[in-house]
Nanobody
Framework: VQLQASGGGLVQAGDSLRLSCAASGRTFANYAVAWFRQAPGKERGFVAGTNWIGSTTYYVDSVRGRFTISRDDAKNTVYLQMNSLRPEDTATYYC??????????????????WGQGTLVTVSS
């Protein structure tokens, strides 16, 4: 499976962005999907996840209430709506798909197939 994230850009603090992640080679259906991010000089970390059917979501504390993950299996696309952006949200954002079907939205080592990320830069 190949994943392609898009929608990043340069914005000001308080602005919004919506990231998209499209998959090719395999459908998202029946697989949990997550967004990760990697800031310069830091390790890549989990941001948000949606379970295999989209009924539950999970967010890290730093983005809960500001970010929303959603999925459209008919379009084989997952989204990350980011509101009230902060300079500390600056990072390259990646989507990842679970290695096994019917997984939960919570962070775990099974997420992979990173693909190319999209850079989000938030100025103060």
């Amino acid at each position: 499976v190949q994943l392609q994230a898009s929608g990043g850009g340069l914005v000001q603090a308080g602005d919004s962005l919506r990231l998209s992640c499209a998959a090719s080679g395999r459908t998202f259906a029946n697989y949990a999907v997550a967004w990760f991010r990697q800031a310069p000089g830091k390790e890549r970390g989990f941001v948000a996840g949606t379970n295999w059917i989209g009924s539950t979501t999970y967010y890290v504390d730093s983005v809960r209430g500001r970010f929303t993950i959603s999925r459209d299996d008919a379009k084989n696309t997952v989204y990350l709506q980011m509101n009230s952006l902060r300079p500390e949200d600056t990072a390259t954002y990646y989507c990842a798909i679970d290695s096994r079907p019917y997984g939960s939205s919570r962070p775990r080592p099974g997420f992979g197939s990173w693909g190319q990320g999209t850079l989000v830069t938030v100025s103060s």
